[in-house]
């Protein structure tokens, strides 16, 4: 076996090679404005598309969970998908 032991899967655990958070992206086209929350924060920016396991935003800026600005406005910003709780237009 070329690819023997090294690539197998323990028994009983599901593989997903593409988080389920993903699935919140399929309705959105390039440029869309979002909110994309995180635990104590979220970014306002463009969608700028999903690439390696993180979400791409275009000039966003960041807000603290009570609505007041937290930074300026940045160009692009990548947040991990595994951070994302919430995600709306």
Do not use: E
Not at 2 to 15: K, M, Q, S
Not at 43 to 60: C, I, K, M, S
Request: with cysteine; aromatic share 12%.
């Amino acid at each position: 076996m070329l690819f023997g032991p090294l690539f197998r899967v323990p028994f009983g655990v599901p593989f997903s090679p593409v988080p389920p958070l993903v699935g919140l992206f399929d309705t959105y086209p390039i440029g869309t404005r979002l909110r994309i929350g995180m635990d104590s924060s979220f970014w306002v920016g463009n969608f700028g598309g999903l690439q390696d396991g993180v979400a791409l935003l275009t000039n966003a800026r960041l807000f603290s969970n009570i609505g007041k600005p937290v930074d300026g406005c940045r160009p692009v910003v990548r947040i991990p998908i595994r951070s994302i709780t919430f995600v709306s237009q």
